[in-house]
């Protein structure tokens, strides 16, 4: 009996088909296919019925998944936290992050651990809407976390602190006088973040004020879409200053409120487990460098 040919059985059912487990894996989706035929050949039995829209257990596959999953479930943690034990950096390293994030912080940083560990692969998911923790058995997942708190079994580590800005196109400011207070922003029309509820502001005093996102303009997750809009003059924008930069560099946007800090983009790594792979560990530390300005 070969033990691989029942771990990509139960893998199979764990992902809920061929092809999902395949890419989850990053393995040919014909060897997990020849594996569990293989097994079913062994063992004298159909253990999943394939049609072309679903995968079902026969009560034969049933039983045995019911039999065998959790342990080689057990074992396939603890070979994690031996692998996460070592220093060989290899295999493919999954990462998804928020598109603001993502764009502006993550390319340099996954060049340059491919750079520094030939054997490793990125598979980087850059996201306009929230992602779903862990769902497609990422590594690292990069999350706000500005309204919902981490499951329990996530382990949560904050990375970064992004500095955020307003801005708007000059054509939208024309004729009106430069604001000075964060409530006179109410006059104007806003972009705000898809669950964006209030905007909250700090003066060098440390004085606190917020903005309620009552009827904004245009309401949108994909902070690229709010971007445009607010070069197209539709509104004001609350972004990273990184975001921003270009279009500010050009001229298309103009800062507001100087004398007031809005608060920041609190980004988390969340990691499945508390054992950090090798090519984790080594990814979060490049990261830490690229924030200090050291990468």
């Not at 309620?212 to 539709?234: D, F, H, T, Y």
């Not at 007031?260 to 792979?277: D, F, N, Q, R, S």
Request: with cysteine; aromatic share 6%.
């Amino acid at each position: 009996m070969n033990w691989d040919d029942f771990d990509a059985f139960c893998l199979v059912v764990d992902h809920g088909g061929f092809t999902a487990a395949a890419r989850a894996l990053d393995r040919p989706k014909s060897s997990l296919s020849a594996s569990v035929a293989r097994l079913e050949t062994e063992l004298g039995t159909r253990l999943l019925e394939r049609t072309t829209r679903q995968l079902r257990l026969t009560d034969a596959g049933e039983s045995l998944y019911r039999d065998i999953s959790r342990p080689l479930a057990q074992l396939r943690e603890r070979a994690v936290e031996a692998l996460a034990q070592g220093t060989t950096v290899q295999g493919t390293l999954r990462v998804a992050a928020p598109y603001e994030f993502g764009a502006h912080h993550l390319a340099a940083v996954a060049c340059r651990v491919m750079q520094d560990h030939p054997q490793l692969r990125v598979h980087l998911d850059v996201e306009h809407a929230r992602v779903a923790l862990f769902e497609r058995h990422y590594d690292l997942v990069f999350s706000t976390m500005e309204h919902n708190a981490a499951p329990a079994t996530v382990v949560t580590r904050r990375v970064y602190s992004l500095e955020r800005g307003l801005f708007a196109a000059p054509p939208l400011l024309a004729g009106r006088e430069t604001l000075a207070q964060p409530e006179e922003l109410e006059g104007l029309p806003l972009l705000a973040g898809g669950e964006d509820q209030r905007w909250s502001f700090r003066d060098a005093g440390g004085t606190v004020a917020e903005v309620e996102m009552r009827n904004p303009r245009m309401r949108s997750g994909n902070a690229e879409v709010r971007l445009k809009a607010a070069i197209a003059g539709i509104g004001v924008v609350r972004v990273t200053s990184t975001f921003a930069a270009a279009a500010v560099a050009q001229g298309l946007l103009v800062p507001l409120l100087a004398e007031w800090t809005p608060e920041p983009l609190k980004i988390h790594a969340l990691l499945p487990g508390k054992h950090v792979p090798a090519k984790v560990r080594v990814f979060l530390e490049l990261l830490e460098q690229e924030a200090s300005g050291a990468l």
